[in-house]
């Protein structure tokens, strides 16, 4: 383990990143004749962004023992995060396909992740205990989950164990209806959320975990005490004018608060793993929760500007190198 783990409380994130193929300046994908590659993964993002906020980072996952998956280690280190992988001869990496796209045509994800080295996580990959040893939180996603019954399993067995340690849970719904459907993904989220501390949700996450429509503050009151979740962050996107994107950040819990910010969209995948990579910082920094939702809401604006889903910034870009209009800085 790292000496700088060993020193104060860090983030340990658990899931897969893939290998990202966009095309070219919201071109659609079927007439493109070039793609840009890069690395993107929701826990890995997260990670990248709490790092670059102050807070020692660890990722945990599964790659292929081949170029890509040394691209996408290369990728984690180079944004020093500690990277902790079992590597497998002979599997696979995910990808993905991403086109941005314009009002009225929508943007697009196409996967390709099927049997990747990730989806062949099981309970047993790691020493939880040791892997999160003088950790401040554990965080994962519904992404992990949707992988299959083995990386479901390792969810849990990374959450319980989090929790016996006292470390505080994180995890992300992240609902993705390519991966699964309501059905099992609502199964799922109902065996991980007992082992969650704080989670990280759209309005549209609680519906569907509810089963039913209705006011975003009840629904978030029933999560709340249905699963025991201490803290919920719910991030709600808005349009704001064409082109422009909003974010209202809303903390239910023990300290409730709210924020709200907006941005340009330059790229629309990654804000909401900057936004929680920002919140979590901010709470492990020690910062008050009025600041961890301004953070949050922030970030995901400020992420919205960014190419590519990996954060770049410092901790002055969501303080006072923070502007909510155009301005030249000379």
Known sequence: MSEHSKQRPFLVGFGEAMIRLSAPERTPLRFSKELKIGVAGSELNVLITARALGVPARWLTRLPANELGAMIRRHAQANDVEVLAVDEPGARAGLFFYELGAPPRPSNVLYDREDSATSHLSADEFIWDEVLEG???????????????????ATQAFLRSANSMGVMTSFDMN????????DDARSAYFEVLPLVDTL??????????????????????????????????????RALSFG??????????????TAEAGGVVVDEIGAGDAAA???????????????????????????????????????????EGYVAYRKVVR
Request: charged content about 25%; hydrophobic content about 40%.
């Open 135 to 153: 950790a401040g939180a554990a965080h994962v996603t519904g992404i992990t989950c949707a992988l299959g019954r083995g990386p479901l399993e």
């Open 175 to 182: 609902y993705r209806s390519q991966l699964w459907g309501i």
């Open 200 to 237: 990280f949700v759209a309005p549209s996450d609680l519906s569907m975990l509810l089963d039913r429509e209705g006011d975003t503050n009840d629904l978030a009151s029933q999560v709340s005490k249905e699963f025991d979740v201490k803290t919920l962050v719910i991030r709600e996107r």
């Open 244 to 257: 422009e994107l909003g974010v209202s950040v809303r903390v239910f819990g023990e300290d409730e608060s």
């Open 277 to 319: 990579g920002a919140f979590l910082a901010s709470m492990l920094n020690g910062e008050p929760g009025g600041v961890n939702a301004e953070r949050c809401a922030r970030a995901y604006a400020r992420m919205l500007t960014i190419p590519g889903d990996t954060w770049t910034g410092t901790l002055h870009d969501l303080t």
